[in-house]
Structures are given as C-alpha cells and as structure tokens.
C-alpha cells in the first residue's frame, strides 16, 4: 500500500483550503504586512495559496506563474517575509499539523526567500 501524502495526512484539500483561508485572512489584515495585499483580490491569492502549497505537500503540479515573476514587482523585504513565516507558523500549529509536515513545509517556504525579498539574505536589510 502506497505511503499517505502530506496532503493526505493533513486532511485533504478541504482542510488545506480552511487553513489557507485562515492564514491569508491573518496576512491581509496583519497590521505589519497587510498593506502589501490592499489590492489583491483574496479568493484568488487564496486559490493560489492553496495549489502551491498542495504542490510540496504531494497534491498535484503548481499552475501559477513562477515566484520571482510573481514578486519582482514587489517591494519585499526580509523583515515581511519573515512576519509572514511567523503567521504561517502559528496557523499551521492551530490546525495541529503533525510536526514533521510543519517542519517540512516551514523549510520549503525559508528556502523561497531570495525567489520572494529584494534582499535575498537571512537578515533584515536597514
């Protein structure tokens, strides 16, 4: 018998679809990085949220554009992307996402900075 995805393990896409909603409903309105959402619509940053990460928990292929596209025309900067890692985090505790699963999925998202930030580094650029 095959091994259970992560996907599978966390719940399925419904559950991953209720924990995206709730993370991203936590990112636009979080007063440090909520700005940088005023104008996205939210059903579809969700949506996206929602393939790519189903993409590294063994869902499926990822159908948006590239990251880097996706960002360049972004200002974001190292300090946003971790408050960002910091909101995700706490909702995937909430949802009591087996660690091994968050572990994983924190990872992946760390390795994306230089694809997301300006700065590209470990550390807040002043």
């Known amino acids: 018998m095959p091994e259970e995805s992560d996907l599978e393990r966390l719940g399925g896409r419904t559950r991953l679809e209720e924990l995206i909603s709730v993370f991203i409903d936590r990112v636009t309105s979080d007063p440090m990085i909520g ?14 949220e929602v393939s790519f990460a189903a993409s590294h928990l063994g869902g499926g292929p990822y159908e948006g554009r590239p990251l880097r596209d996706a960002h360049t025309r972004h200002r974001i900067m190292g300090g946003q992307f971790n408050r960002r890692l910091v909101l995700l985090e706490k909702t995937l505790r909430e949802f009591n996402v087996p660690e091994d699963i968050r572990e994983r999925w924190l990872e992946h998202t760390r390795a994306l900075r230089a694809e997301i930030t300006r700065d590209g580094s470990d550390e807040c650029v002043g």
């Open 35 to 48: 700005f940088l959402f005023r104008n996205v619509n939210k059903d579809v940053l969700k949506a996206r």
